[in-house]
């Protein structure tokens, strides 16, 4: 009797851990499918276009949640960020440069568009509007093309807002040093023309230039400081 009663206790016993270990499989493949279920399904252009507007919220908590979805998006939104890059708002079309810039860095649309972005700019332009314009330009120094964009912009830009928007751009990646590779020969050009920017009737451009030069000369490496050193150096004679 007391045999029978213990194996009967100890078959309830299995038959319990069976039941929680096939549960817990049930769970953890409903969990699977549901992860995969949202995987898979890309984000609209709609869907995008909103978290955009959110990530330029007041609210920080708004646009810090709206920012980590974004950075979430992958390689298969590549071509839902190229369709808004090329007829988005300018603030719309710059978030999905930043986003490419990560994703698909070698994207041939890039730096037509943020040319384009750049320079279309007008007088009755938003303050809103000349800030994602700028903003562009500073998505122009994470490759050796952008970088000979910006020295073009640099010496032939059409207007003092474009000037400056380059010679910020130029400050940026001189302080951080993070350039890009293959841009040595680019950096090398482009140092005598930010000396030359130097000149110009601007207290920013001036003090920008100047910024820049040292920037370089402190942590561009052995050839680039080499070179700007000249220019400082001319500078202050």
């Not at 708002?89 to 568009?113: F, Y």
Request: include cysteine; charged fraction near 30%.
């Amino acid at each position: 009797m007391y045999v029978a009663l213990e194996f009967v206790m100890e078959q309830k016993f299995f038959n319990h851990k069976l039941a929680c270990y096939l549960s817990t499989i049930v769970l953890l493949i409903g969990s699977s499918a549901i992860c995969f279920a949202q995987e898979a399904k890309l984000k609209t252009e709609a869907e995008i276009r909103a978290l955009f507007k959110k990530s330029r919220a007041k609210d920080f908590k708004v646009a810090d949640e709206a920012n980590e979805r974004l950075s979430k998006l992958s390689i298969r939104d590549v071509p839902t960020l190229i369709a808004i890059l090329r007829k988005g708002e300018t603030c719309e079309r710059v978030g999905s440069a930043q986003l490419l810039v990560d994703l698909d860095k070698g994207n041939k649309n890039l730096i037509p568009v943020l040319i384009e972005l750049l320079v279309g700019g007008t007088a009755s332009s938003s303050e809103d509007d000349l800030l994602c314009r700028r903003a562009a330009t500073f998505l122009l120094a994470h490759s050796t093309e952008g970088i000979r964009v910006l020295t073009r912009f640099l010496k032939e830009g059409k207007n003092l807002f474009i000037r400056q928007s380059a010679i910020f751009a130029f400050d940026e990646l001189t302080e951080t040093a993070n350039y890009p590779e293959g841009s040595l020969e680019a950096m090398k050009e482009a140092i005598p023309i930010i000396a030359e920017s130097g000149k110009l009737d601007d207290e920013v451009m001036q003090n920008m230039s100047n910024e820049v030069l040292w920037q370089i000369v402190r942590q561009g490496g052995e050839e680039l400081s080499k070179i700007a050193k000249k220019y400082v150096n001319e500078s202050t004679d």
